[in-house]
């Protein structure tokens, strides 16, 4: 983590032109950018300067940030023809073996920045190394290309910022002789894992498959491999590593996330929040450090709710909460929970699991990472954000009905149109959802039954998400949205049916533990954004025994989840291991 | 017709409190209605004396309607046990067989009435009597309280002032000695017609099958029995009836509407302009009357579109606009349509279909009598109503394309929600068409392809029908709408497909002849009432080479259409023969 602290040290001290001169050609023939942005020195890290030039583009006017995206060179352009890129750009473009293109795939990138450009109006931008630092393949290349050509063009703007503040980090690494070397190794681990899966071409691991238990397996070999001094796989499988405090009898910091994923998944779901922690008592094992307390990583076994319709099963059972009506759950193929469990070397009684519960008294508090799986950190151009909490949610089916009839004989003064009724819930969910900062609605589910072209329709079905910082809010939202649904269904003479599926409450971080992620990012000179976290986590169930906040990591791709897309960059991994050993360090200082 | 005129003519002379004692009992509990109406004197047709009732009723306060519809006994209620009836209810009901129920019968209406009067805070109404005056069955009594019982309130509200109505109508023609024969004979002929069908319990005559056959067959041999001069099935299998003028080389007059029928159909649509017109021929020919022009009949063999993906067959072949293409097309069995022809004994060949283009220079123009298909004239309390013109349609299959994305973790400001805009479209239709008196806007498709309840909609598709009495108005909403779809795409990033699906033109009515059944209707003591058609008709193809003008006849429950329910009653149908008799006879006097 450390090769290229004195350069960033010497470029914190040069003075301006000299650091100017340091950093020429990191962005694209846009010297104003690392100029104004050093006016934010020191940085404790790349990261910090990276951060401070995205904010200077973010507030240079609209036309500057156009002439930015557009001082870049095509891929495999013109200007790579004609030997007239910079010499950054020559370098990142022949490392990606651009400039040995099959004829194929020469002229389908010709033909890609042509409908680029034509649609856009600006090259297309890609940083080429990718989330590794290592390079794309031409294939790869061409397959985001062919995707980012369908986006709308105020999402391509935001998402050609983000790959040039990328591909300026990258640079500002080779310059700086910097490498994320823990953020590498994690980067590694997660790709080594993802060899498991029970699909063919694409990572599935479901709760106990043969994937399921080979992922526990390599996790419980790491965690040794780490200094851990114990290593236990429990009851309902999660994977327990334990790296003791230096005193007998003292209390653990407990931490983890899952290793279980959704169906064709990318490889940070969850297992960042396994990895990340151990890179961090790897470096205090490789120098033999104990802390005033205990640290606890649990993989745990299940979190997604993919092959049992229960979620949250690893975090519950740690909780207390594992429902024991859950055992005699049956998976597709009719096989119930128990029985799955014994299959894996499990023993399959409630007993067993609820031994699994943790005392309380014993745990100073519960941390989690993860990746955002949402879109605000990548967009506001920060590597991680403090996770203010987890938002409460509350779902309904429901359907409105009204009365069909013919599309050309019925006056619009005497119809009884359900889907008009279920447009005007979307729109108010859409609205009052904005009006509260923090919380979402949303109508995921829209759909008039066999529907024709010459009917009004009759009937219209809908879903309901709405999820907010807080139960109280979450309510208050609730309340005023369905009032609005019962009064669309009064006023057009609709009848409304509404089903309640699903009502979780909110887990807002302990504010102790949230200041702690705060000093710890800050201590890497990254501005702190706060976000709410919009999904689950199993934070969520550990809530209810322990004070937990979470730490979020950018997605790249628009923060894409559930998705093979999916995925953060090694160097905002490292990072994030950086943080987690600021906590522990401050942890320490606080607990001695 | 004529068996109750000197009842009514005396009515129309009587002293105002003589009038009122005649018809004491009219209506339940409620003389204030008619003597009201009385002062409206005199009436041409006791339909003119019932829509003057009915406008005492519309004119009165809320409060003095539902006193009016609380006047009314319950069905097989306390009343009925009491033997506390007025005297009219107590013939309706024992008459209906109510008074010989099952036990579990009167156990069914004892628990409709307390849902329905829970429901409603008033008693069900229903003329038992049914559309035919011969009285509905105990079981279909039970199946449209059924039906009723979900109704929407408002809507329950005016079907009871229409049965009361309806009641009314049936009471004045048993005081009057009033008998629709006419009517009657029309509706006893298209109940026995309504025999042949290819499904078993239910109509459904499609395109040449055995059943169309039949038909075909029958509605011939009433032509024939009617009194036409020549009757013959043509080389579309319309079955063409001529009753030749006084004088050869005299000009005709083209009437008739078509004997097919959708899947699951009423008995009334389409064939009532057929039976309509025959039972005025018939009349002629029975006085052995002939006029000034010809009549021609023509039952058309196709216009619902049920066996081929084409519409309009039979009075395509004889507008000239039929397709030679359309004689490739295939049914659901592979059947191409110039074989079933020939397997219907039809030559099957485009020379024999171009042969029955009419010549225009040889008619006068075209009338059709058709059921209304809508809710206009029940709601509006109005036997018949004068069609202004058939609307003009355009007609486009949609898709709004964002982004799928996290319900819980995408933030409201980030979001491309497909749903939403097309939400926002239905909204604009319905407005968009509200603002416009005459035309109908429907978005009768709206789905979420594989909708999730946490997933924000990435794509929507829909469906837009957009009706209009003429092409210019069609165009400019069609424009308006268009362009709101587009600013929608444009304001929420959201990508926009439409693809036009059909594009029909409007079919204004011939003034002349829209003059000429405004007479007609009139004479009858009816206060006009226009409305545009917004679904197509026979007559649509035959503007293309002849004025026309249609006639419309209330269609009971509401105007449901395309189903099982949709019905006229024969008193509607006995003024729709009067009224085609008066149109005949003041062409007769014109033609002169």
Redesign the interface.
């Given at each position: 983590m450390s090769t290229g602290i004195a350069a960033l040290d010497a470029l914190n001290a040069a003075p301006l032109e000299e650091a100017c001169a340091r950093l020429d050609g990191l962005y694209e023939h846009s010297p104003w950018i690392v100029r104004a942005a050093l006016a934010r020195r020191p940085f404790a890290t790349p990261a910090a300067l990276i951060c401070a030039c995205a904010d200077v583009v973010d507030q240079a006017p609209l036309e500057a940030q156009l002439a930015l995206i557009r001082a870049h060179p095509e891929l495999a352009g013109k200007a790579m023809v004609a030997g007239t890129l910079t010499a950054e750009s020559t370098g990142e473009q022949s490392r990606a073996g651009l400039t040995h293109c099959s004829p194929e795939e020469f002229a389908a990138l010709q033909r890609l920045n042509a409908a680029y450009n034509a649609r856009f109006g600006w090259p297309f931008i890609l940083a080429v190394r990718g989330p590794r630092g290592t390079g794309l393949t031409r294939a790869e290349i061409i397959a985001t290309f062919e995707r980012r050509l369908h986006?709308?063009?105020?999402?391509e703007w935001r998402e050609c910022l983000r790959q040039i503040h990328r591909i300026a980090e990258i640079r500002l690494h080779d310059k700086l002789g910097w490498e994320p070397t823990a953020g590498h190794a994690v980067w590694d681990r997660l790709a080594a894992l993802a060899r498991h899966s029970e699909d063919a071409g694409q990572l599935t691991v479901t709760y106990l498959s043969e994937a399921h238990r080979a992922c526990a397996a390599e996790i419980a070999a790491w965690m040794r491999d780490a200094g851990c001094d114990a290593v236990e796989i429990d009851a309902v499988g999660n994977v327990v590593g334990r790296y003791a405090a230096a005193q007998p009898h003292a209390r653990w910091l407990l931490t983890g996330s899952h290793y279980d994923t959704v169906r064709n998944a990318g490889p940070h779901d969850g297992r960042l929040g396994i990895a990340v922690p151990l890179a961090a008592v790897r470096a205090l094992h490789a120098r033999g450090e104990r802390l005033p307390f205990g640290i606890e990583i649990i993989a745990f076994a299940e979190e997604e709710g993919q092959r049992y319709p229960a979620t949250f099963l690893g975090s519950a059972a740690v909780a207390g909460a594992f429902d024991p009506a859950w055992l005699a759950l049956t998976d597709a193929d009719g096989v119930p929970m128990a029985d799955a469990m014994r299959g894996a070397g499990l023993p399959g009684t409630m007993d067993a699991i609820a031994a699994c519960e943790r005392d309380p008294s014993r745990y100073l508090g519960f941390v989690e990472v993860h990746i955002?799986?949402?879109?605000?950190l990548a967009?506001a151009n920060r590597p991680l954000g403090i996770v203010t909490g987890i938002?409460g949610?509350v779902?309904w089916?429901g359907e409105y009905t009204?009365?069909a009839?013919?599309?050309?004989?019925?006056?619009?003064?005497?119809r009884?149109?359900a889907?008009?009724g279920?447009?005007?819930l979307?729109?108010a969910v859409?609205r009052l959802?904005?009006a509260h900062p923090g919380?979402?609605?949303?109508?995921?589910?829209?759909?008039?039954p066999s529907?024709?072209?010459?009917?009004?329709?009759g009937r219209?079905r809908f879903?309901l998400?709405l999820?907010a910082p807080t139960d109280a809010a979450r309510d208050a939202l609730a309340q005023v949205a369905l009032s609005e649904a019962h009064a669309i269904a009064e006023q057009r003479?609709?009848?409304l049916t509404l089903r309640e599926?699903l009502r979780a409450a909110a887990a807002p971080s302990a504010p102790a533990w949230q200041a702690r992620w705060e000093r710890a990012v800050a201590a890497m000179g990254v501005p702190l954004h706060h976000l709410p976290?919009?999904?689950?986590h199993d934070a969520m169930m550990l809530h209810r025994i322990l004070p937990q906040a979470m730490l979020f990591v950018r997605g790249e791709n628009?923060?894409?989840?559930?998705n093979p897309l999916e995925s953060t960059t090694s160097d905002d991994i490292d990072l994030a291991v950086q943080a987690f050993a600021r906590l522990l360090r401050d942890l320490a200082a606080e607990t001695v």
């Open positions: 986006a709308h063009p105020d999402d955002e799986q949402g879109p605000v967009a938002n949610s779902r089916l009204g009365v009839c013919h599309a050309g004989t019925t006056p619009m003064t005497q009884r149109d889907a008009a279920a447009a005007e979307v729109l859409e959802a904005r919380t979402v609605g949303t109508v995921g589910i829209l759909d008039v529907g024709s072209i010459n009917v009004v329709p219209c879903s998400d999820r003479g609709l009848t599926t976290s919009g999904a689950g628009g923060g894409i989840s559930h």
